[in-house]
């Protein structure tokens, strides 16, 4: 499917993180939804590029329309309705990853396009956490909502087909975690729960945002050059690096400013509308 040139001649693939780029604290400024709209009504194919799941993206955040996603930080990509990619974990990894979750009375989610799914015996825990951290936000914990509302309790995770997990909450590290798992996975960082939970999101290793990417260019017909990443996580760490132009948010970890072509303000601050004009996209 080849892209319509932009008033411009240029079509450009936008790519947006969700949580603390586009949404703060699961909730969309009306600036950024604006911004959305406008870029792709001059042409540009705008997409959110987040680490959440199918499942966890409510239409709050959806409402602005899209081009498509790439979901589960790599593991689901879905382009105008077409899905271009759907990996998730080997069924023998799934049910070694869950038993060893389970041996450690963790607190975690895993998370299919379709559903989430937690341990009926953590679910106070999961709200606890979720509550303490979208009670930042300024409009409340609205987000929290939106994420727990969605989880199915489920008693016996091991046949439940996932693309990644988020871990809240584990008396061992995620290092030990992942030792212990065995196999091809690897963390990064939980954007929700603070290491000193021993929180993490546990994904295959070897995927990544910037696969989505790829795969998404490839099926519109749009050059690497034409690409846009706005993150701010350690899980944008790949796409920032291989997008044509990368946009870290302020206050982003380092590594990430590092690698980044510029910054935009937090979404508290409706960062994406300067940056948007700032890259001719609006």
Do not use: W
Not at 216 to 226: F, K, S, T
């Amino acid at each position: 499917m080849n892209a319509t040139p932009s008033t411009n001649g240029t079509v450009r693939a936008v790519f947006l993180d969700v949580d603390g780029t586009y949404a703060d604290y699961g909730v969309v400024p009306e600036g950024h939804v604006r911004a959305v709209q406008a870029a792709r009504k001059a042409g540009h194919r705008v997409l959110l590029c987040t680490g959440r799941p199918v499942a966890m993206l409510p239409g709050s955040i959806l409402a602005a329309g899209f081009d498509g996603l790439v979901a589960s930080a790599g593991a689901y990509v879905e382009v105008a309705g077409t899905v271009l990619v759907d990996r998730r974990f080997p069924a023998d990894l799934g049910a070694r990853t869950v038993r060893a979750l389970d041996a450690h009375d963790a607190v975690y989610i895993l998370e299919s396009q379709e559903d989430l799914h937690a341990p009926p015996a953590a679910l106070e825990r999961l709200r606890a956490i979720l509550d303490a951290h979208f009670s930042q936000a300024p409009a409340g914990p609205v987000g929290a909502a939106d994420i727990f509302n969605a989880v199915r309790p489920t008693p016996d995770g091991t046949s439940v087909r996932f693309a990644k997990v988020s871990v809240f909450d584990s008396p061992v590290s995620m290092e030990h975690l992942v030792r212990e798992i065995g196999g091809a996975i690897a963390v990064v960082a939980n954007s929700v729960a603070d290491e000193g939970r021993h929180a993490g999101e546990l994904y295959q290793h070897g995927i990544s945002k910037a696969d989505g990417l790829a795969a998404v260019i490839a099926h519109l017909g749009i050059d690497r050059q034409d690409t846009i990443a706005v993150g701010d996580g350690a899980n944008d760490l790949e796409m920032i690096a291989y997008a044509g132009i990368g946009v870290a948010i302020e206050g982003s970890a380092p590594e990430l400013v590092a690698i980044a072509d510029h910054t935009a303000a937090r979404p508290r601050q409706e960062g994406l509308v300067a940056a948007f004009a700032e890259l001719g996209l609006i």
